[in-house]
DNA sequence: GCAAATTAATGATTTATTCAAG
DNA sequence: CTTGAATAAATCATTAATTTGC
């Protein structure tokens, strides 16, 4: 999928077929253990870092959350067009049609992730190695709009989250960790990562 | 300053005014290697993490440019208002005093910095160990406001862009680099990164 | 003076935006 | 046009300043 001298990872149709279920399955900030587990899982399939999987995510999440923004502003709109013409009709035709007029009570009934229907078979995931804490809510439906209103709620709290160290940077760190060249897998144990010596001087 | 329980760092003094120090030289999103540097020289004024460093940088980069943008802001906004003013009084008296009327030109002249004056003796910083590449371009002063509009550009283009992989997990892997007990620093030859040994299982 | 109570700073995390490869 | 990667902005949460009543 990805060529030699790619610059960016490309996930081939296997990986993302994972990714996409593990995300239906509820994960969407994989720890960093997760990322592992996940990361060792699919360089099966291909190269693939621990960065790949956490954009991922993180991208997957975002594009959802967005793409569910989005749909709401058309559905407003259309709504709020909706209410102007019948507004304009109601103008014209007060006396006539007083009693036919539509309430304009926004009606909050499409959230939630048009998501859990099309579930394929990953019982793999289910080999010792691949229990993410995550995957325990599987098929829990609401959207991350209902995470923002209600604070953080539900699946986050499944997840240990003071274990999670996060911030940017130290994928050097990482880079060594996948075996690029064998498939790895559950056949080997995991290992201790090698790290990139680091140099005392700064080049130049 | 931190004691010991507590659960985020606190800078003490000298390593705050070092970390300023490095600030006012330059340096803004330092990389990996750079923060390895600079984690282990301030490991010797206490307790630190490769994370609060790059936390550090996050920060004060982001509040500076909030700083100037609320400063720009006010005047902005006091700047309309004397213009207002000025429009209500020509109109009063439009016939009177046509010719002294004031430009409403906007008057950009209070860009950049106030820092680089008053800096003092960071001579041990030019230890081999410590030479960073943002440093070369000590006291240049322009505002981030003006790294936006035109793109990137400046001291950024200085630093080894390519070389920082940045994201958003891997701090676990940072935290045995640093040494809590014995202040390292220059002393201690940079050695190659601990890791935390990978668990074939997640707890629970 | 000196804690308890408020407020201001700021460390840490998450979310949004942007860049750019393909 | 999609999406991986990177950065910036917004937000949360804890610590330090400070105010306040005694």
New binding site residues.
């Given amino acids: 999928m ?2 030699p001298g ?6 081939t149709t296997e990986q ?1 077929m994972i990714l996409e279920e593990l995300y239906r399955s509820g994960i ?2 994989p720890s960093a253990v997760q990322i592992q587990q996940i990361t060792t899982h699919l360089s099966f399939y291909g190269r693939i ?1 621990g ?2 999987v956490f ?2 995510f ?6 959802d ?2 793409k569910l923004r989005r749909k709401l502003n058309k559905q407003l709109q259309l709504q709020q067009q909706q209410q102007q013409q019948q507004q304009q009709l109601h103008v014209h035709h007060c006396q006539l049609n007083h009693n036919n007029m539509i309430s304009n009570h926004f009606v909050g009934s499409t959230f939630g992730y048009p998501f859990g229907s099309n579930a394929q078979d990953f019982s793999f995931f289910n080999s010792p190695s691949l229990l993410f804490e995550g995957s325990v809510s599987a098929n829990t439906s609401e959207g ?1 709009i209902n ?2 209103w209600n ?2 709620n539900n699946q ?1 709290s499944l997840m240990e ?2 274990d ?5 940077y130290g ?1 050097t760190l990482m880079d060594n960790n996948v075996n690029h060249e064998a498939p790895s897998c559950c056949t080997k144990p995991l290992k201790t990562l090698d790290l990139f010596p680091l140099t005392t001087r700064i080049k130049d």
């Fill in positions: 990805s060529p790619s610059s960016r990872w490309s996930p993302l969407r900030t870092e960065k790949n954009y991922w993180q991208n997957h999440k975002a594009r959350r967005q991350e995470c923002k604070g953080y986050q989250k003071k999670i160290a996060f911030s940017n994928w």
